[in-house]
């Protein structure tokens, strides 16, 4: 079974600046997805990024961006420029393509709160 | 183009009573999802559906049931409401696990059982 481990339960940063979110995982797959979701006070789960385990590159979408590190298993989302709007819970999650029934879920990590100060 | 629609939104519940938490989506997906979030506990999966017909539990079944007798709708019944089923629960939806897309979540519905 996949575990998905996000160990801050917290984080702040000043807007306009950069902050890392880290999460790391443990699965015996090697092909796979991982994903991070927002959270923001509104309860609305957001897709903010996704990465395919066999491309090396990492993926970018705008001031999000990970650092996919296949070999550590760890999987770390880098927002630039922080805004107010970025303020919100941050779950990594893993899922295994392909699967039947339950192996087609998502595994969440229990996520971190994020804080951006004005 | 409405995604995923929960209903309710809110939901306060009494010790014993039951209730039926809707969930459509009008994006033709064949994988339908429940999970509940728990404070600091991320989200757990409870029932899921591949397919109109075919429903299987999750990680945290007990003291639910789900059906799924078309492809837009998974509501989730909950029977004889415990306070340990005071949660927010989502219902999402995706494509077949073989596309890397995600899932696409509901709002939530924030129940509590008093």
């Known amino acids: 079974a996949q575990t998905v481990t996000q160990s801050q339960p917290e984080m702040s940063v000043q807007e306009a600046e950069t902050v890392t979110l880290s999460c790391t995982y443990d699965?015996?797959?090697?092909?796979?997805?991982l994903f991070w979701y927002k959270q923001p006070p509104s309860r609305q789960m957001i897709l903010v990024i996704r990465?395919?385990?066999?491309?090396?590159q990492n993926a970018t979408e705008n001031r999000f961006s990970v650092n996919f590190q296949k070999a550590a298993k760890s999987f770390s989302l880098k927002i630039s420029d922080s805004q107010l709007g970025d303020t919100a819970m941050y779950f990594c999650?893993?899922?295994?393509?392909?699967?039947?029934?339950?192996?087609?879920?998502?595994?969440f990590g229990k996520g971190i709160t994020l804080s951006v100060r004005p | 183009n409405a995604g995923v629609t929960q209903t309710p939104k809110f939901r306060i519940l009494k010790i014993g009573q039951s209730m039926t938490l809707q969930c459509t989506q009008d994006?033709?997906?064949?994988?339908m999802y429940w999970y509940r979030q728990d404070p600091g506990m991320g989200l757990k999966l409870i029932y899921y559906?591949?397919?109109?017909?075919?429903?299987d539990k999750g990680e945290v079944p007990n003291g639910y049931n789900v059906s799924r007798s078309t492809t837009e709708d998974f509501p989730l019944r909950l029977e004889l409401a415990a306070p340990s089923q005071t949660s927010v629960y989502f219902c999402?939806?995706?494509?077949?696990?073989?596309?890397?897309?995600?899932?696409?979540f509901g709002s939530g519905t924030r129940l509590t059982v008093v």
């Open positions: 990465q395919e385990a066999y491309k090396q």
């Open positions: 559906s591949v397919g109109a017909g075919i429903t």
């Open positions: 999650a893993f899922m295994k393509p392909g699967g039947i029934g339950a192996n087609s879920k998502l595994t």
């Open positions: 994006m033709n997906h064949n994988y």
């Open positions: 699965t015996s797959e090697s092909n796979y997805y």
């Open positions: 999402a939806s995706s494509y077949p696990p073989d596309r890397v897309h995600g899932y696409t």
